[in-house]
C-alpha cells in the first residue's frame, strides 16, 4: 500500500487520472493483440470467454475483499476517535471532583491534550508533522501520570484509584487511535488488485479483438467503473488525505464540554 499511499498523497485526481490511463492502455493493447493474433489462428471467442470469466470473477471477489478491509480500517478510526473522546471525557470529570491543586493541574492537562490529540487527528500526511504530535502526546501522557501518580502516594483511596484507572485507559486509548491511523491495507493486496484490474481488462479487450468489434463507449465505461472503484479503496485505506476523512466532532464536543469547568449547585 506503501508505493500507491505515496502516489495517491499527490492528488486522488492525479492518482485517478494513472490508474485510468493504465487500465484504457491495457485494453488498448488487448485489442491489438488480438485482432493480430485473430488473423493468423483458427482460435475463437469462446476458447478465451472461460478465462474471461474467470479473472473477472477473481477481480470482483479481490476487490469487494479489498473495499471490505478498507471501510473495516474506516470504521476501526471512527470508533477509535469516539472511545477515545470518551475516556477523557470520563478522567476530566474524575480529576474535577477532587478539591486538590494535582487533580485540577490533571484536568487542564487534559484540556491541552484533547487538543492536541484533535490536531493529531486531522494532521495531514507529512511524517514530520504527526511523529511532533505523538512525541508531544507521549511527553503530556507522562506528565498527567506523575501528577495521578504523586496524587494517589499523597492520598489512596477509591476515588483517586478510578481517577487512575481513567488516565489508564486514556493512554491506552491513544495508543489504540495512533495505530489505526497508521495500519493500512497490506500492500501485497492492493498491488495485487492493481495487477489483476490491467490483466483482466487487457484480456476483455483481446477477446474483443479477437472478434473484430468493441466499442469505445462502453470500454471508457468499464475503466471508468474500475478507476472509480480503486480510489474509492485507497481514500477508505488512508487517514491522512482524500475526500473521506474520520469525523473529529467527538474531539470538539468534548473540547465544548470543558469550557465553564464543573459547576457545583448550592445544595438544595
Known amino acids: 500500500m506503501r508505493s500507491l499511499e505515496v502516489l495517491a498523497a499527490q492528488g486522488l485526481g492525479v492518482f485517478a487520472v494513472l490508474v485510468f490511463a493504465s487500465l484504457l492502455l491495457a485494453y488498448a493493447v488487448g485489442v491489438g493483440i488480438g485482432r493480430w493474433h485473430q488473423a493468423r489462428t483458427a482460435e475463437t471467442v469462446e476458447a478465451t470467454s472461460f478465462v474471461t ?3 473477472l470473477g477473481l477481480l470482483a471477489f479481490t476487490l469487494g475483499l479489498t473495499i471490505a478491509m478498507a471501510q473495516g ?25 477532587f478539591d486538590h491543586p494535582r487533580a485540577a493541574e ?9 487538543r492536541l490529540r484533535l490536531a493529531f487527528v486531522e494532521a495531514p500526511l507529512q511524517s514530520g508533522e504527526v511523529e511532533r504530535l505523538s512525541a508531544e502526546a507521549t511527553r503530556m ?12 502516594r499523597e492520598r489512596a ?22 495505530w489505526a491511523f497508521a495500519a493500512p491495507i497490506p500492500s501485497e493486496l492492493m498491488l495485487f488488485l492493481m495487477g489483476m484490474a490491467v490483466l483482466t481488462i487487457g484480456t476483455i479487450g483481446y477477446q474483443f479483438g479477437l472478434k473484430r468489434v468493441g466499442s469505445s463507449v462502453l470500454a471508457i465505461m468499464l475503466v471508468g467503473v474500475w478507476t472509480g472503484a480503486m480510489v474509492v479503496v485507497v481514500d477508505l485505506a488512508t487517514a491522512r488525505f482524500g475526500a473521506v476523512r474520520p469525523d473529529s466532532a467527538p474531539y470538539l464536543w468534548t473540547i465544548r464540554g ?11
Open 258 to 268: 470543558f469550557q465553564g469547568g464543573v459547576v457545583i449547585p448550592p445544595p438544595p
Open 157 to 178: 483511596d477509591p476515588l483517586t484509584a478510578a481517577l487512575q484507572a481513567s488516565l489508564n485507559d486514556v493512554i491506552d486509548q491513544g495508543a489504540a487511535q495512533r
Open 73 to 97: 480500517r474506516f470504521e476501526t478510526r471512527r470508533a477509535t476517535s469516539l472511545s477515545e473522546t470518551n475516556a477523557i471525557g470520563t478522567a476530566w470529570l474524575r480529576a474535577s471532583a
Open 106 to 114: 490533571i484536568a487542564r492537562l487534559l484540556e491541552d491534550y484533547t
Open 53 to 55: 470469466n474467470g479473472l
Open 141 to 152: 501522557q507522562n506528565l498527567i501520570w506523575g501528577h495521578a501518580t504523586a496524587l494517589t
